[in-house]
């Protein structure tokens, strides 16, 4: 039941060339930055990731997007990382853009088993429809285009249908983990982890604090240990505050 590993090294050892990973985070929060530079280190690429965003230039998910490791993202926000509009418009990445809210969804029913389910966001746009540039050619003609969706009407509204995603591998990061896998979020820096998590078949999660089996409260558990492979403890270093925002202390008077 121990599944603390020595380091994030050891973590992604084995996460081989073209692996599909389900990555943590929302933005710069609750990023999964350790066990992302440690895969930098090891090499793999190739790899074809599902995530929120893809991380800025020189952090997170970007600096493999950086080292070109990344063939394929499946996001909802792509803003803020210039190499990813590069890599994008000139062809040397394939871009699946789903709604927000869907892509949550996605994930979860990838972990839950579920393989589709219908959902009212996208239909009457190209999310439906069809005809979203995935892949440019390096002219800027469409190489790879989105294919249109099945779509159903239920209680007189139509839907489309949005297949479950599940990954090779899911990268998270946690404020608390127990040896056996539990983990507890800080507030925002649940987002997207939790639902990656389930979606992987294989999960590494990175805690700020590792704690002993009992030390959590089952009803604090976020994520229950069931959905985790591999736990390495990584400390707080290295976060990073997306946009500070600051007042005088009298209240700018």
């Known amino acids: 039941m121990d599944k603390v590993v020595a380091s994030c090294a050891e973590a992604v050892r084995d996460i081989p060339d073209g692996a599909s990973l389900a990555v943590g985070g929302f933005g710069l929060n609750g990023v999964p930055h ?12 190739g ?7 893809c991380g800025v230039d020189g952090w997170g998910l970007g600096v493999l997007l950086d080292a070109k490791r990344i063939r394929r993202t499946t996001g909802s926000y792509v803003g803020e990382n210039k190499e990813f509009e590069r890599q994008y418009l000139s062809g040397e990445l394939e ?19 579920i393989p589709a389910f219908f959902t009212p966001a996208g239909v009457g ?8 540039p995935w892949r440019y050619n390096t002219d800027g003609s469409v190489a790879l285009a989105s294919p249109r969706k099945e779509t159903r009407t239920f209680g007189g509204r139509e ?7 599940v990954c090779d591998v899911a990268l998270v990061r ?10 507890v979020f800080h507030k925002a820096t649940r987002n997207f982890n939790p639902l990656c998590a389930m979606a992987g078949k294989i999960t590494l999660a990175e805690v700020e604090h ?14 229950p240990g069931i959905y985790v492979q591999r736990v390495v403890e990584v400390g707080e ?3 990073r505050i997306e946009r500070v925002t600051t007042r005088s202390r009298n209240g700018g008077r």
């Open 34 to 45: 350790n066990l992302i530079s440690a895969l930098l280190v090891q090499g793999a690429t």
């Open 47 to 53: 790899l074809v990731t599902v995530s929120n965003n």
């Open 95 to 113: 871009v699946e853009l789903v709604p927000q809210g869907t892509l949550a969804e996605r994930l979860r029913a990838g972990g839950c088993g």
């Open 125 to 132: 746009t190209q999310v439906a429809d069809g005809g979203l």
């Open 159 to 165: 839907y489309v249908l949005e297949e479950g995603i």
């Open 174 to 183: 946690a404020s608390v983990g127990d040896r056996h896998g539990n983990l």
């Open 210 to 223: 590792l704690v002993e089996p009992g030390q959590i409260d089952p009803e604090q558990v976020h994520l």
């Open 237 to 239: 270093a290295g976060k």
